[in-house]
């Protein structure tokens, strides 16, 4: 659990997006930490203290005045790792700018050491006021970090200005950045990750592809910015949804994948080659849809070029590069001959053969493979996958 033993305060305060402040406060609780949630008066209207109980397993905080809590406004604030105000209404960034404390969350507020993460949710007009946007600056200027808003819809309806709060996975993945970041090892580095397949065309219609679905390499591109990383996403086609604050190039073919893998290797510190590029392309693209009526086609494939061995070239001094084998059999003996063909420093070596792990599914059993050391893994999620790989990564000589 990538957050335990941390300690982070949630406050809420009154807006109708608290109820996607209820899936902050779980998936943060499901990453280990300890979350305290303190609601304003009008959040409680919204979400009783009853479900942020239920879902952080912690008392929750909603007076100054209620008893045993009489410190509560100091120590909670002094004594997190993060604090995220989720969703800060109009009313709470002023009290907050202003230096208000007139209930529990901004007497805390007012007497924190923790830094502040502040996900901002509210009508578009009340967001475009000139008030609100100078408080926006003075909380910023207090160091505090802001997430959002976005543009989307609103409980009033549709808008095209920002008002909408951040989604909850993008606060949360912003949440745990600025709690793993300080002093991790790649905090600050450029993490470049490939992930999904690339696709080959036959004609304007037709490709040729593979089941890649790109999990794997999205996991380790959030992975690496939860750490600190400034990350890019090379990306051939999925469907997935784009990981919080990672840069994403989109890529058709192999060929595509090998220009945006140069473009962006120049200055990356670590590149994680997750992609499934397509091995074999036709060797001529026909221009016109070919009917099915003209019966049986032979068409001739030609082995793509292979990216990782093209980066030999271009790897700055003292990166670290990380490739993948799928394998159907001798697993680690044909890793190990990828890693030394390829001159990587470590290869994720997955069996296309096994339940629960390669392509299309949600798990994976993996064995991380270095120069010095094997080390087999149990099944597990793609994303704790990414955590181990980037463990072994930091820990490479
Ligand atoms: N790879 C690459 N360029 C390709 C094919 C693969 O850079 N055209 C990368 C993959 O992203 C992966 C590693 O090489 O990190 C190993 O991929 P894999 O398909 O297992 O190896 P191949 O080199 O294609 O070897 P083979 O088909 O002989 O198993």
Redesign the pocket.
Known sequence: MILAGRRVVLGVSGGIACYKACTIARRLTEMGAAVDVVLTSSAGRFVGPATFEALTHRPVFTSLWERDTTLAHLELGQNADLIVLAPATANLIARAAQGIADDILTAMLLARTAPVLVAPAMNDEMFAHPATQKNLETIRGMGWSVVGPEIGPLAEGASDRPGRMTEPEAIVAAAERKIRAPGGALAGKRVVV?AGPTREGLDPVRVFTNRSSGRMGYAVAAAAYGRGADVTLVSGPTTLPIPFGVDVVTVET?AD??EAVATALADADVLV???????YRPQEERQDKRPRGDGPVDVRLE?????????RSKRKKGSVI??????TSEGVQ??RG?LD??G?DL??LNMANETGAGFDVETNRVTLISRTDTVQLPQMSKHEVAERLLDAVELLP
């Open positions: 490939t192999t994948l090998q080659m997750a992609a499934a590029p397509a091995d082995p793509t070029i292979d990216v990782l061995e093209t980066t990380v490739g993948f084998a799928l394998e044909r890793a990828k063909r390829k990587l290869i994720v």
